[in-house]
């Protein structure tokens, strides 16, 4: 079975979805109402990637680095998953990625309403 390439629309989307999470991790991890030891979550993720033990060894090209990549998304997203909700929806509406949040390029955008008339040109 063919597997479909995604669109380009559909990669920027998800390439956006990274650097939202990315951004919203720094915050939450810089953020002091967040308990110390849930920022333990994200120290484990990263000292997982200097021990011996691997799920995969590292010498399989490929296979070993996706095991790293997968521990670390899964790591930031347990993060994130675990911080108080209103903290995290603070941040995502500081970010803009919530429906309804403040946009400054939206709140300075002005639309001028003018009648207007479709001039043809005649041809001779």
């Known amino acids: ?3 479909r390439k995604p669109s380009p629309i559909e990669l920027t989307g998800m390439v956006a979805e ?7 991790f720094w915050k939450l991890l810089k953020d002091k109402r967040i308990p110390p030891w849930l920022k333990l979550i994200p120290l484990a993720t990263v ?3 200097f021990l011996p033990i691997d799920l995969f060894s590292d010498y399989l090209f490929g296979l070993g680095q996706l095991d790293d990549l997968a521990i670390i998304l899964l790591g930031i997203k ?3 998953k675990l911080c108080p909700k209103d903290v995290v929806q603070q941040h995502l509406r500081e970010i ?3 429906p ?3 946009n400054r390029v939206q ?11 479709i001039i043809e040109d005649e041809k001779d």
């Open 100 to 102: 309804g949040s403040y």
């Open 18 to 24: 990274i650097l939202r999470n990315a951004k919203l």
């Open 78 to 80: 347990l993060f994130i």
């Open 47 to 49: 000292l997982y990637l």
């Open 107 to 117: 709140e300075e955008t002005t639309y001028i309403d003018v009648p207007y008339r």
């Open 96 to 98: 803009g990625s919530v």
């Open 1 to 3: 079975m063919a597997r």
